[in-house]
Nanobody, 121 residues
Framework: QVRLVESGGGLVQAGGSLRLSCAAS????????LGWYRQAPGKQRELVAT???????NYADSVKGRFTISRDSAKNTVYLQMNSLKPEDTAVYYC???????????????WGQGTQVTVSS
C-alpha cells in the first residue's frame, strides 16, 4: 500500500522559514504529480502548490514568491520551502500524490495525514 508521511511542521514566528517534507513509501515506480494543500481553522482545504513528474509547478497566488515546491523523484519525496511566513499561513498542511504507479497497480490519489504549521505574530 502507498503511504505519504509529512514532516517538518512546527511553530515559527512571522517572517521565519520552515521546510516541509513528504515521503511516499511503497514499491513505487512513478508519481505523476505531487502537491501541498492546507486547511486553516474555519476554512476549506485549499491548494498551495503542485509539481508534476516533468517538473512543472503551480502555486496559489497567496504563496507565490514565498514558497517553493520541489521533488526528488528518486526518493519519491516532495518538499515545500516556506519563507517569509505570515500568521495567515497557519494551517494543517497535507501532502497529496496523484497517479501513483506501483508494481501492483495505479493509485489515483493518495493523501498524507498532515502536519501542523503555526505562525505566531
Amino acid at each position: 500500500q502507498v503511504r505519504l508521511v509529512e514532516s517538518g511542521g512546527g511553530l515559527v514566528q512571522a517572517g521565519g522559514s520552515l521546510r516541509l517534507s513528504c515521503a511516499a513509501s511503497g514499491n513505487i515506480l512513478s508519481i505523476s504529480a505531487l502537491g501541498w494543500y492546507r486547511q486553516a481553522p474555519g476554512k476549506q482545504r485549499e491548494l498551495v502548490a503542485t509539481i508534476t513528474r516533468g517538473g512543472n509547478t503551480n502555486y496559489a497566488d497567496s504563496v507565490k514568491g514565498r514558497f517553493t515546491i520541489s521533488r526528488d523523484s528518486a526518493k519519491n519525496t516532495v518538499y515545500l520551502q516556506m519563507n517569509s511566513l505570515k500568521p495567515e499561513d497557519t494551517a494543517v498542511y497535507y501532502c497529496k500524490a496523484d497517479g501513483v504507479l506501483t508494481a501492483v497497480g495505479l493509485f489515483g490519489v493518495v493523501w498524507g495525514q498532515g502536519t501542523q504549521v503555526t505562525v505566531s505574530s
